[in-house]
C-alpha cells in the first residue's frame, strides 16, 4: 500500500511540475495561429479536419492484421491470380495482329517514330521487324490470337484483352514496380499487400498473399514487387518455395516431431496464458493464437504445396510434373492456394526478354519456347477455375511490365545475331479472365504497326483501379495514411475499365 | 527528439503520429509533458540524450508495472493515460540481440563491414548477377543485428517478418504485428535454434544436475525474476515428454543437439525447452 | 487561364442583372414622395451596374472562345449584350449630368427590354432552344409505346426523339459541346472532336454507346450526371439501331426488328437479380455474430455498407453448432460458403427458413440428391455449386422452379455428360457447368525450338 502511495504521490508530483511549465511556443502557436487557421481551413474543406483523419484512417488490428474486412462495395472477385510475365512478351508476336507491318518488314524506320524518343538499347535507325507469327481469328468473340499459342485460342471467349496498355517506364525493374505497387521507385505496398491489407484472409491457416516465381530468377526489382511498403510488413507476400522449405522456417528443426513441438507449444502457451492472468494483456492472447495457428500452418501449408496428391487428369491437363520447380506447378500451385482461400496470388515467370542477342532471346526461337511452357498451364487454369465454379470470383490477369517495339533491336547501332525487339512503353497487350470480367472482348486498338495506342488507352493505375473495383474498392477512396497524408495505390489517378466489365 | 524518444520506451509517442506534429497527425496526449519534456532536454539536460532518457526511465510512469486488469482495458485499451507500465514487442534486431546474449554467443566486436549470418538458400535470386549469399564465418555468424547484411531487394527475411523495415522508404515508426510466421521463426529459424542449443548448454553450466534447477536458473537468466511454480511445472513437463522421446530415438537427440556435443536424451530435451524458453510471450515483450 | 475565366460568364451576368434591374425599380420606386430618398442612390448603382456588364462581356467573350456554342446564337447574344452595356452606360451618364429628365424613364425601359433580350438569348444558349416553353410533363416512354411499329421509321420515328429529347441541348443547333452535333444524320455519322461516335453494326466499338454505358460517376459518362438521363430502353433501342446499321431511312418493318423493338418496348426483357439484394435490411443480433465467430466461422458483410452477411465455414471448428445458428442470420445471410465440410443432407434441414441465401457453395460435402429438397425454397439463388457431391441428374432436376438461378456447377458428380445434355435443355436460363475439360498435349508443347546452324 505504502509503495501504491507513494507512486500516486509521485506523479502528482510531476503532473504539478508540468502545469508550471504552461506557457511555452507549442501552447502559444496552438492557441492563437493554429486555432485561426484550423478554424478557417476546418470550414473549408470538411473531410480533412484533424481529429477525425489522421492514422485512425487505418483500419487494422494490430493483434489481429489478417482478420477477414468487408470490401466498401460488394465485389465481383474474392481473389486474385496475378500472372506475371517478367522480361516483357512482345505483344506482336501474341496478341497484337498487325498485317501491315510485315509489309514494312526489313525497310528503315521513319525518322517520325524515332524523332524525340528513347529506347533502351536502340540506336540510329533501326529496320522494322514483321510479325514472327501467324495470327487467326478465334472462338465466337472472333479475337486474334497468334499461332504461339495454341490452347489460350481455344479459351478466347472467356479472356478479355486490352491491346493498347502503355507505360512510361522502359526498364524492367521501375516498370515492373509501377506496375505491382503505382510507382516507379521503391517504397510503395504491392497490390497484394493492399488487397491483404483492404480484405484480411478468410482461411487463418494459409498466408494472404502468396508469391511463386519461376524461370529461374526473381524479377528484376526482386522483393519490392511483393513488398508491403509502407504498410505493416504482415502485409507483404509470403514466397512460397517450389525447393526447400515451401514457407520460410515452416519446417521444424532437424530431429523435432510433431509431438514435441506440439508440447513445447503447449509449455509455451501455457505459459502465456498465466502470463495473461497476471497482465490482462489482450496482446498475449494473440499471441497464444498465432502459436497455436503456426503449429496448424505447418501442417496446412505443406499440404497445399504438395502437388503430388492432385489426380492424373490434372497433371494431364496443366501438363504438371511433381518435384519440379516449373512454371505449370506453380500455376497449379496458384489454383490450389484460391480454392484454400488464398487472397491474392501472385506469379513471376522470367526469361521473356527477347532482345535477340541469343536464340534464347529471339522472339521466333525464345519466345516461341516461352510461350510453349506457360500456354497450356495457363488454358488449364482457366478451364480448372471453370469447372470448380472458381472463375466466377477469381480473377485471372496475365500481363507484363511493357512490350515490344516493331522495330528490330540494332543495339550499339549493330545488327544483332537473332531477331528480336527492344522495350517498348507506349503499347502493350495484357489480358484479364474472371471475377466479372467480360469474355471474348477486346478492347484498345493500336495504329497499323502496333507503334502507339489509337483508342482505349490504358496504363497500370487503370488496370489497378479496375482490379481493386472487382474486389469491392473504390480506388479512390481505399487509402492509406502515412508520412501525414493518405496514400492510393492508384496515386492521383486510374480509371475503372468499365469497357471489360460485364 | 522527446517524442521519439518516448515512442521508443512506451511504444508509441505523446504524439502518436511521430512524422507529422501537423494537423494531419493525431493531436498529442500529453502536451504539457512533452512541452516540459523537450524544454528540459533543451535547457536543463543542454541537449544530453543520455540525461533525457534517464528522466524517462527513472519516471514513475516508465516504473509502473505493466500489470493491469479489466476495468483498465476497458477504461483505456491503449494505455494512453499510463495508468500501467508500457508493454511492448521487443523490435527485430532487439529480439536477436537479446537471444544471442543469454544464449552467452553474443560477439561483442564492433565497427567494420556488415556480416552474414545464416539465412536460408534461394533469398537472393537477383537476374544479371550471381551474387550469393556467403554465410560469414565463425564469430561472425553472431554478431549483433546491427551487422546483418542488408540487401534491398533482398532483405534479411527473419527481420523482415519481426516488422524490420525494408529500407526502401524512411520509415520513422515500425507497426508491430503479431503473425504466426512470427511464431515459426523463432520456433524453426535455425539461427534461433541455434541460440536454444547454447542456451541449453548454458544453463547445464550454470546448474549440473538437477533439471528444476537448470531451468530456474535461466529463467532467471532471461528475465531477472523467479520463475513461478506453474510456469516451472509446464517447462519440466515438457522436459519429461522430450526426455521419453529421445531416450528412444537416439537419432533424433543427436539432430537436435547438434554438431559437437554428446547428445545425451537429457541435453536434447533441454534443447527442446530452451526453444520453448525462447518463444514465451514475457520474453519476446517488454514488460 | 483565359478558358476558366470564361467559363465564370454563367456566374457573373447575374451580377448586371439584379444591378440594373434594382436602379429600373429605384427609378420607378423614386417618383413616390415616400421613396424620394432613393434618387441619390441610383446613378451609383447604374455605374456599378455598368461595370459588372462590361465585365460580363469580356467573360462572355472570352466563353465563346471555347468553340461549344453554335456561332449565330453566340453572335446573337454577343450583340444583345453589347446593346445592353452601351444602353447602361448612357443611362447612367444622363443620370449623372443630371439634365433630360424626361430620358430617365425611357431609358430605364429600354434598358429593361434589353436585360430581358440578353437573358433570354443567353440562357438558349445553355439550356438549349424552346427551354422556356418544352413541354415538360411529356413522358417520352408514354410516346415511343404509342407508335405504329408497323408503319414507323426507325429513325425519324425512335431515335430523332431520343436524342432531341435527351441530346440535342448540348449536341444541336445551338450548342456543340465536343464539336458533336446529333441533330442530322450528316452530323451524327461526321462524329466530333474524338472522331466518329458511332460505327454502323458495331455497338462495341461505337463510343456513344460506349459513353451512355459507363457508371454515372465517370467523368466520361453521357448525358452528364446532373442532365437528364436515358432510360435503358431507350439506350437498348439506340444499340438496335446501331446493330442494324444505323439507318436513316427504313422503316421497322424494313429492318426486321418489329418483333424484338416490341419485346423492349413492353419491357420484356426478363428480370435479373443482383447477388446482393438491393433493399435495406436489419442489423443481425450481435450475440449470433460472436458466437459463430467463437466457433470458427468467418462471417462478414458483403460490403462495408449493408447489413447483408456471407458466411465461410473454412474454419469452423464445431459444425453442428455452427449450422444450428444459421437460422437466425435468415433475414441476413445471402452467400454461405460450406466448401470441404462434412456437410450431410441432415444438415440442410435447418436451411428451410434461409430464403435470402443467393450463393451457395456445398462442393466437396457428403449432401446427395435428399438434401436438394431442402433448398428448392431458396427462391432468390442465382450461384449453386454441387461438385464433387453425390447428387445426380434426377435430384438436379428438383431445383427447375428456381427460375434465378444462374449457374449450377457439377464438376465430378454423378452426372454423365449425356444426362448433362438433356438436363440443360430444363434449365434454360440455367448455365450447368459439369466441367470435364482437358487441354491435349500438342506435339509443339514438349518440343524446343533451337537455333538454326549458320
Given at each position: 500500500?505504502?509503495?501504491?502511495?507513494?507512486?500516486?504521490?509521485?506523479?502528482?508530483?510531476?503532473?504539478?511540475?508540468?502545469?508550471?511549465q504552461?506557457?511555452?511556443?507549442?501552447?502559444?502557436?496552438?492557441?492563437?495561429?493554429?486555432?485561426?487557421?484550423?478554424?478557417?481551413?476546418?470550414?473549408?474543406?470538411?473531410?480533412?479536419?484533424?481529429?477525425?483523419?489522421?492514422?485512425?484512417?487505418?483500419?487494422?488490428?494490430?493483434?489481429?492484421?489478417?482478420?477477414?474486412k468487408?470490401?466498401?462495395?460488394?465485389?465481383?472477385?474474392?481473389?486474385?491470380?496475378?500472372?506475371?510475365?517478367?522480361?516483357?512478351?512482345?505483344?506482336?508476336?501474341l496478341?497484337?495482329?498487325?498485317?501491315?507491318?510485315?509489309?514494312?518488314?526489313?525497310?528503315?524506320c521513319?525518322?517520325?517514330?524515332?524523332?524525340?524518343?528513347?529506347?533502351?538499347?536502340?540506336?540510329?535507325?533501326?529496320?522494322?521487324?514483321?510479325?514472327?507469327?501467324?495470327?487467326?481469328?478465334?472462338?465466337?468473340?472472333?479475337?486474334w490470337?497468334?499461332?504461339?499459342?495454341?490452347?489460350?485460342?481455344?479459351?478466347?471467349?472467356?479472356?478479355?484483352?486490352?491491346?493498347?496498355?502503355?507505360?512510361?517506364?522502359?526498364?524492367?525493374?521501375?516498370?515492373?514496380?509501377?506496375?505491382?505497387t503505382?510507382?516507379?521507385?521503391?517504397?510503395?505496398?504491392?497490390?497484394?499487400?493492399?488487397?491483404?491489407?483492404?480484405?484480411?484472409?478468410?482461411?487463418?491457416?494459409?498466408?494472404?498473399?502468396?508469391?511463386?516465381?519461376?524461370?529461374?530468377?526473381?524479377?528484376?526489382?526482386?522483393?519490392?514487387?511483393?513488398?508491403?511498403?509502407?504498410?505493416?510488413s504482415?502485409?507483404?507476400?509470403?514466397?512460397?518455395?517450389?525447393?526447400?522449405?515451401?514457407?520460410?522456417?515452416?519446417?521444424?528443426?532437424?530431429?523435432?516431431?510433431?509431438?514435441?513441438?506440439?508440447?513445447?507449444?503447449?509449455?509455451?502457451?501455457?505459459?502465456?496464458q498465466?502470463?495473461?492472468?497476471?497482465?490482462?494483456?489482450?496482446?498475449?492472447?494473440?499471441?497464444?493464437?498465432?502459436?497455436?495457428?503456426?503449429?496448424?500452418?505447418?501442417?496446412?501449408?505443406?499440404?497445399?504445396?504438395n502437388?503430388?496428391?492432385?489426380?492424373?487428369?490434372?497433371?494431364?491437363?496443366y501438363?504438371?510434373?511433381?518435384?519440379?520447380?516449373?512454371?505449370?506447378?506453380?500455376?497449379?500451385?496458384?489454383?490450389?492456394?484460391?480454392?484454400?482461400?488464398?487472397?491474392?496470388?501472385?506469379?513471376?515467370?522470367?526469361?521473356?526478354?527477347?532482345?535477340?542477342?541469343?536464340?534464347?532471346?529471339?522472339?521466333?526461337?525464345?519466345?516461341?519456347?516461352?510461350?510453349?511452357?506457360?500456354?497450356?498451364?495457363?488454358?488449364?487454369?482457366?478451364?480448372?477455375?471453370?469447372?470448380?465454379?472458381l472463375?466466377?470470383?477469381?480473377?485471372?490477369i496475365?500481363?507484363?511490365?511493357?512490350?515490344?517495339?516493331?522495330?528490330?533491336?540494332?543495339r550499339?547501332?549493330?545488327?544483332?545475331?537473332?531477331?528480336?525487339?527492344?522495350?517498348?512503353?507506349?503499347?502493350?497487350?495484357?489480358?484479364?479472365?474472371?471475377?466479372?470480367?467480360?469474355?471474348?472482348?477486346?478492347?484498345?486498338?493500336?495504329?497499323?504497326?502496333?507503334?502507339?495506342?489509337?483508342?482505349?488507352?490504358v496504363?497500370?493505375?487503370?488496370?489497378?483501379?479496375?482490379?481493386?473495383?472487382?474486389?469491392?474498392?473504390?480506388?479512390?477512396?481505399?487509402?492509406?495514411?502515412?508520412?501525414?497524408?493518405?496514400?492510393?495505390?492508384?496515386?492521383?489517378?486510374?480509371?475503372?475499365?468499365?469497357?471489360?466489365?460485364? | 527528439?522527446?517524442?521519439?524518444?518516448?515512442?521508443?520506451?512506451?511504444?508509441?509517442?505523446?504524439?502518436?503520429?511521430?512524422?507529422?506534429?501537423?494537423?494531419?497527425?493525431?493531436?498529442?496526449?500529453?502536451k504539457?509533458?512533452?512541452?516540459h519534456?523537450?524544454?528540459?532536454?533543451?535547457?536543463?539536460?543542454?541537449?544530453?540524450?543520455?540525461?533525457?532518457?534517464?528522466?524517462?526511465?527513472?519516471?514513475?510512469?516508465?516504473?509502473?508495472?505493466?500489470?493491469?486488469?479489466?476495468?483498465?482495458?476497458?477504461?483505456?485499451?491503449?494505455?494512453?493515460?499510463?495508468?500501467?507500465?508500457?508493454?511492448?514487442?521487443?523490435?527485430?534486431?532487439?529480439?536477436?540481440?537479446?537471444?544471442?546474449?543469454?544464449?552467452?554467443?553474443?560477439?561483442?566486436?564492433?565497427?567494420?563491414?556488415?556480416v552474414?549470418?545464416?539465412?536460408?538458400?534461394?533469398?537472393?535470386?537477383?537476374?544479371?548477377?550471381?551474387?550469393?549469399?556467403?554465410?560469414?564465418?565463425?564469430?561472425?555468424?553472431?554478431?549483433?543485428?546491427l551487422?546483418?547484411?542488408?540487401?534491398?531487394?533482398?532483405?534479411?527475411?527473419?527481420?523482415?517478418?519481426?516488422?524490420?523495415?525494408?529500407?526502401?522508404?524512411?520509415?520513422?515508426?515500425?507497426?508491430?504485428?503479431n503473425?504466426?510466421?512470427?511464431?515459426?521463426?523463432?520456433?524453426?529459424?535455425?539461427?534461433?535454434?541455434?541460440?536454444a542449443?547454447?542456451?541449453?548448454?548454458?544453463?547445464?553450466?550454470?546448474?549440473?544436475n538437477?533439471?528444476?534447477?537448470?531451468?530456474?536458473?535461466?529463467?532467471?537468466?532471461?528475465?531477472?525474476?523467479?520463475?513461478?511454480?506453474?510456469?516451472?511445472?509446464?517447462?519440466?513437463?515438457?522436459?519429461?515428454?522430450?526426455?521419453?522421446?529421445?531416450?528412444?530415438?537416439?537419432?533424433?537427440?543427436?539432430?537436435?543437439?547438434?554438431?559437437?556435443?554428446?547428445?545425451?536424451?537429457?541435453?536434447?530435451?533441454?534443447?527442446?525447452?530452451?526453444?520453448?524458453?525462447?518463444?514465451?510471450?514475457?520474453?519476446?515483450?517488454?514488460? | 487561364?483565359?478558358?476558366?475565366?470564361?467559363?465564370?460568364?454563367?456566374?457573373?451576368?447575374?451580377?448586371?442583372?439584379?444591378?440594373?434591374?434594382?436602379?429600373?425599380?429605384?427609378?420607378?420606386?423614386?417618383?413616390?414622395?415616400?421613396?424620394?430618398?432613393l434618387?441619390?442612390?441610383?446613378?451609383?448603382?447604374?455605374?456599378?451596374?455598368?461595370?459588372?456588364?462590361?465585365?460580363?462581356?469580356?467573360?462572355?467573350y472570352?466563353?465563346?472562345?471555347?468553340?461549344?456554342y453554335?456561332?449565330?446564337?453566340?453572335?446573337?447574344?454577343?450583340w444583345?449584350?453589347?446593346?445592353?452595356?452601351?444602353?447602361?452606360?448612357?443611362?447612367?451618364?444622363?443620370?449623372?449630368?443630371?439634365?433630360?429628365?424626361?430620358?430617365?424613364?425611357?431609358?430605364?425601359?429600354?434598358?429593361?427590354?434589353?436585360?430581358t433580350?440578353?437573358?433570354?438569348?443567353?440562357?438558349?444558349?445553355?439550356?438549349g432552344?424552346?427551354?422556356?416553353?418544352?413541354?415538360?410533363?411529356?413522358?417520352?416512354?408514354?410516346?415511343?409505346?404509342?407508335?405504329?411499329?408497323?408503319?414507323?421509321?426507325?429513325?425519324?420515328?425512335?431515335?430523332?426523339?431520343?436524342?432531341?429529347?435527351?441530346?440535342?441541348?448540348?449536341?444541336?443547333?445551338?450548342?456543340?459541346?465536343?464539336k458533336?452535333?446529333?441533330?442530322?444524320?450528316e452530323?451524327?455519322?461526321?462524329?466530333?472532336?474524338?472522331?466518329?461516335?458511332?460505327?454502323?453494326?458495331?455497338?462495341?466499338e461505337?463510343e456513344?454507346?460506349?459513353r451512355?454505358?459507363l457508371?454515372?460517376?465517370?467523368?466520361?459518362?453521357?448525358?452528364?450526371?446532373?442532365?437528364?438521363?436515358?432510360?435503358?430502353?431507350?439506350?437498348?433501342?439506340?444499340?438496335?439501331?446501331?446493330?442494324?446499321?444505323?439507318?436513316?431511312?427504313?422503316?421497322?418493318?424494313?429492318?426486321?426488328?418489329?418483333?424484338d423493338?416490341?419485346?423492349?418496348?413492353?419491357g420484356?426483357?426478363?428480370?435479373?437479380?443482383?447477388?446482393?439484394?438491393?433493399?435495406?435490411?436489419?442489423?443481425?443480433?450481435?450475440?449470433?455474430?460472436?458466437s459463430?465467430?467463437k466457433?470458427?466461422?468467418?462471417?462478414?458483410?458483403?460490403?462495408?455498407?449493408?447489413?447483408?452477411?456471407?458466411?465461410?465455414?473454412?474454419?469452423?471448428?464445431e459444425?453442428?453448432?455452427?449450422?444450428?445458428?444459421?437460422?437466425?442470420?435468415?433475414?441476413q445471410?445471402?452467400?454461405?460458403?460450406?466448401?470441404?465440410?462434412?456437410?450431410?443432407?441432415?444438415?440442410?434441414?435447418k436451411?428451410?427458413?434461409l430464403?435470402n441465401?443467393?450463393?451457395?457453395?456445398?462442393?466437396?460435402?457428403?449432401?446427395?440428391?435428399?438434401?436438394?429438397?431442402?433448398?428448392?425454397?431458396?427462391?432468390n439463388?442465382?450461384?449453386?455449386?454441387?461438385?464433387?457431391?453425390?447428387?445426380?441428374?434426377?435430384?438436379?432436376?428438383?431445383?427447375?422452379?428456381?427460375?434465378?438461378?444462374?449457374?449450377?456447377?457439377?464438376?465430378?458428380?454423378?452426372?454423365?455428360?449425356?444426362?448433362?445434355?438433356?438436363?440443360?435443355?430444363?434449365?434454360?436460363?440455367?448455365?450447368?457447368?459439369?466441367?470435364?475439360?482437358t487441354v491435349?498435349?500438342?506435339?509443339?508443347?514438349?518440343?524446343?525450338?533451337?537455333?538454326?546452324?549458320?
Amino acid at each position: 500500500m505504502t509503495q501504491k502511495a507513494k507512486h500516486i504521490q509521485q506523479l502528482v508530483k510531476e503532473a504539478k511540475q508540468l502545469i508550471l511549465q504552461h506557457h511555452t511556443r507549442r501552447n502559444f502557436l496552438k492557441e492563437s495561429a493554429m486555432g485561426l487557421g484550423a478554424l478557417a481551413l476546418g470550414s473549408l474543406f470538411p473531410g480533412c479536419s484533424s481529429n477525425s483523419s489522421g492514422a485512425a484512417n487505418n483500419f487494422f488490428d494490430a493483434t489481429n492484421p489478417l482478420a477477414p474486412k468487408p470490401p466498401m462495395f460488394p465485389g465481383k472477385a474474392r481473389s486474385v491470380i496475378y500472372i506475371h510475365m517478367a522480361g516483357a512478351p512482345s505483344q506482336l508476336e501474341l496478341f497484337s495482329y498487325k498485317p501491315e507491318l510485315s509489309k514494312l518488314d526489313g525497310q528503315d524506320c521513319p525518322p517520325s517514330l524515332l524523332e524525340g524518343k528513347k529506347f533502351a538499347f536502340i540506336r540510329g535507325v533501326p529496320k522494322m521487324l514483321g510479325p514472327q507469327a501467324n495470327f487467326k481469328q478465334h472462338g465466337k468473340s472472333g479475337l486474334w490470337l497468334s499461332e504461339n499459342l495454341p490452347h489460350l485460342s481455344t479459351v478466347v471467349d472467356d479472356i478479355a484483352i486490352l491491346n493498347a496498355v502503355t507505360t512510361d517506364q522502359f526498364n524492367h525493374a521501375p516498370a515492373q514496380l509501377l506496375m505491382h505497387t503505382g510507382t516507379a521507385r521503391l517504397g510503395r505496398p504491392s497490390m497484394g499487400s493492399w488487397i491483404t491489407y483492404g480484405l484480411g484472409t478468410e482461411n487463418k491457416n494459409l498466408p494472404g498473399f502468396v508469391v511463386l516465381t519461376s524461370g529461374g530468377n526473381n524479377p528484376d526489382a526482386g522483393k519490392s514487387v511483393w513488398g508491403s511498403g509502407f504498410l505493416p510488413s504482415v502485409y507483404q507476400g509470403v514466397q512460397c518455395r517450389s525447393e526447400g522449405d515451401p514457407v520460410l522456417f515452416i519446417k521444424d528443426p532437424e530431429g523435432m516431431n510433431r509431438d514435441i513441438r506440439k508440447a513445447s507449444i503447449d509449455a509455451i502457451n501455457k505459459i502465456n496464458q498465466e502470463q495473461y492472468e497476471e497482465y490482462k494483456d489482450p496482446e498475449i492472447l494473440s499471441r497464444i493464437a498465432q502459436y497455436e495457428m503456426a503449429y496448424k500452418m505447418q501442417i496446412s501449408v505443406p499440404e497445399v504445396m504438395n502437388i503430388n496428391d492432385e489426380p492424373d487428369y490434372i497433371h494431364e491437363m496443366y501438363g504438371t510434373k511433381p518435384g519440379e520447380a516449373s512454371f505449370a506447378n506453380n500455376i497449379l500451385l496458384a489454383r490450389k492456394l484460391v480454392e484454400k482461400g488464398v487472397r491474392f496470388v501472385q506469379l513471376f515467370d522470367w526469361g521473356w526478354d527477347a532482345h535477340g542477342d541469343s536464340a534464347g532471346n529471339a522472339v521466333d526461337i525464345g519466345l516461341v519456347n516461352k510461350c510453349r511452357i506457360v500456354d497450356k498451364p495457363i488454358t488449364a487454369l482457366i478451364l480448372d477455375l471453370k469447372q470448380r465454379g472458381l472463375l466466377d470470383d477469381t480473377l485471372v490477369i496475365w500481363g507484363s511490365e511493357f512490350g515490344r517495339t516493331p522495330m528490330q533491336e540494332n543495339r550499339e547501332g549493330k545488327k544483332m545475331p537473332f531477331k528480336g525487339r527492344d522495350h517498348h512503353a507506349e503499347a502493350f497487350s495484357m489480358w484479364m479472365a474472371g471475377g466479372g470480367i467480360k469474355g471474348g472482348t477486346s478492347y484498345g486498338e493500336t495504329d497499323e504497326i502496333g507503334y502507339s495506342t489509337v483508342r482505349g488507352k490504358v496504363d497500370a493505375f487503370d488496370i489497378q483501379a479496375t482490379i481493386l473495383n472487382q474486389l469491392g474498392f473504390d480506388h479512390e477512396k481505399f487509402t492509406y495514411e502515412s508520412q501525414g497524408r493518405p496514400f492510393r495505390l492508384t496515386d492521383v489517378s486510374g480509371k475503372v475499365i468499365h469497357q471489360i466489365i460485364s | 527528439m522527446v517524442n521519439r524518444l518516448w515512442e521508443q520506451l512506451f511504444g508509441f509517442g505523446l504524439v502518436e503520429t511521430l512524422e507529422d506534429f501537423g494537423t494531419q497527425g493525431i493531436a498529442p496526449t500529453h502536451k504539457e509533458l512533452l512541452d516540459h519534456l523537450s524544454w528540459q532536454f533543451m535547457n536543463d539536460f543542454d541537449w544530453s540524450l543520455k540525461k533525457l532518457l534517464k528522466e524517462m526511465v527513472m519516471s514513475a510512469t516508465y516504473r509502473q508495472d505493466s500489470k493491469t486488469n479489466d476495468e483498465l482495458i476497458r477504461k483505456d485499451p491503449e494505455n494512453k493515460l499510463y495508468a500501467r507500465g508500457p508493454r511492448i514487442r521487443l523490435s527485430a534486431e532487439q529480439l536477436r540481440d537479446q537471444a544471442l546474449v543469454v544464449s552467452n554467443l553474443i560477439s561483442k566486436k564492433m565497427y567494420g563491414k556488415s556480416v552474414m549470418p545464416y539465412q536460408p538458400d534461394g533469398i537472393w535470386r537477383s537476374p544479371y548477377n550471381g551474387d550469393k549469399w556467403m554465410m560469414s564465418k565463425g564469430e561472425d555468424q553472431n554478431r549483433r543485428a546491427l551487422y546483418t547484411y542488408w540487401k534491398r531487394t533482398a532483405p534479411y527475411p527473419s527481420m523482415l517478418t519481426f516488422d524490420g523495415g525494408a529500407r526502401e522508404v524512411c520509415v520513422t515508426q515500425r507497426i508491430r504485428t503479431n503473425t504466426p510466421l512470427q511464431a515459426l521463426t523463432t520456433l524453426n529459424d535455425s539461427t534461433y535454434f541455434v541460440m536454444a542449443q547454447s542456451f541449453a548448454f548454458q544453463m547445464q553450466l550454470l546448474e549440473f544436475n538437477d533439471v528444476k534447477k537448470q531451468i530456474q536458473k535461466g529463467y532467471e537468466s532471461m528475465l531477472f525474476k523467479p520463475i513461478s511454480d506453474n510456469r516451472l511445472n509446464a517447462l519440466v513437463e515438457l522436459y519429461s515428454k522430450s526426455m521419453i522421446t529421445f531416450a528412444k530415438d537416439k537419432k533424433a537427440a543427436h539432430e537436435i543437439v547438434g554438431e559437437g556435443r554428446t547428445a545425451t536424451p537429457e541435453t536434447a530435451a533441454l534443447v527442446v525447452v530452451a526453444n520453448a524458453m525462447l518463444n514465451l510471450d514475457e520474453w519476446v515483450n517488454k514488460n | 487561364m483565359t478558358e476558366l475565366i470564361g467559363r465564370f460568364h454563367p456566374l457573373l451576368v447575374h451580377l448586371p442583372i439584379g444591378i440594373l434591374l434594382l436602379a429600373i425599380v429605384f427609378e420607378w420606386l423614386a417618383s413616390v414622395k415616400r421613396f424620394k430618398y432613393l434618387k441619390k442612390t441610383i446613378r451609383l448603382i447604374l455605374w456599378i451596374g455598368f461595370a459588372s456588364a462590361a465585365f460580363s462581356c469580356l467573360t462572355g467573350y472570352l466563353l465563346s472562345q471555347s468553340g461549344d456554342y453554335e456561332p449565330t446564337a453566340v453572335e446573337r447574344h454577343q450583340w444583345a449584350a453589347i446593346a445592353l452595356t452601351i444602353i447602361a452606360l448612357t443611362y447612367a451618364w444622363v443620370r449623372m449630368l443630371r439634365q433630360l429628365k424626361r430620358l430617365y424613364k425611357l431609358l430605364s425601359l429600354l434598358t429593361l427590354a434589353l436585360l430581358t433580350i440578353t437573358g433570354h438569348l443567353g440562357g438558349t444558349l445553355t439550356h438549349g432552344e424552346n427551354f422556356l416553353f418544352a413541354n415538360m410533363n411529356e413522358s417520352e416512354m408514354e410516346s415511343l409505346a404509342s407508335i405504329d411499329l408497323q408503319q414507323a421509321h426507325l429513325y425519324a420515328d425512335l431515335i430523332k426523339p431520343i436524342l432531341q429529347n435527351k441530346c440535342y441541348t448540348c449536341h444541336g443547333t445551338s450548342k456543340q459541346k465536343g464539336k458533336l452535333r446529333l441533330d442530322l444524320p450528316e452530323h451524327i455519322m461526321k462524329g466530333g472532336k474524338n472522331g466518329v461516335v458511332l460505327i454502323a453494326g458495331k455497338i462495341d466499338e461505337s463510343e456513344m454507346i460506349d459513353r451512355l454505358q459507363l457508371p454515372l460517376d465517370d467523368d466520361d459518362h453521357m448525358p452528364p450526371k446532373e442532365k437528364r438521363q436515358l432510360s435503358l430502353q431507350e439506350i437498348e433501342i439506340l444499340k438496335m439501331w446501331i446493330a442494324s446499321g444505323a439507318d436513316f431511312e427504313k422503316t421497322i418493318v424494313e429492318l426486321g426488328l418489329k418483333a424484338d423493338l416490341n419485346e423492349t418496348l413492353q419491357g420484356l426483357t426478363k428480370q435479373t437479380i443482383a447477388d446482393v439484394p438491393e433493399g435495406a435490411v436489419s442489423l443481425a443480433n450481435e450475440n449470433v455474430l460472436t458466437s459463430l465467430q467463437k466457433l470458427g466461422v468467418v462471417i462478414l458483410p458483403v460490403a462495408a455498407n449493408t447489413n447483408y452477411l456471407s458466411a465461410n465455414f473454412v474454419n469452423v471448428t464445431e459444425l453442428d453448432s455452427a449450422i444450428a445458428l444459421l437460422p437466425e442470420l435468415k433475414e441476413q445471410l445471402v452467400w454461405l460458403k460450406l466448401s470441404d465440410q462434412p456437410i450431410s443432407d441432415d444438415h440442410l434441414l435447418k436451411f428451410n427458413s434461409l430464403k435470402n441465401i443467393r450463393k451457395l457453395w456445398l462442393d466437396h460435402t457428403s449432401i446427395s440428391n435428399a438434401g436438394l429438397q431442402h433448398i428448392v425454397s431458396f427462391e432468390n439463388l442465382l450461384y449453386l455449386n454441387l461438385n464433387g457431391t453425390k447428387v445426380s441428374a434426377i435430384g438436379v432436376e428438383i431445383l427447375q422452379p428456381l427460375n434465378h438461378l444462374r449457374d449450377i456447377y457439377l464438376f465430378k458428380t454423378n452426372i454423365t455428360n449425356d444426362q448433362h445434355q438433356s438436363l440443360q435443355t430444363k434449365f434454360p436460363d440455367t448455365h450447368l457447368e459439369i466441367g470435364n475439360y482437358t487441354v491435349p498435349t500438342l506435339p509443339t508443347d514438349t518440343t524446343t525450338l533451337k537455333a538454326p546452324p549458320n
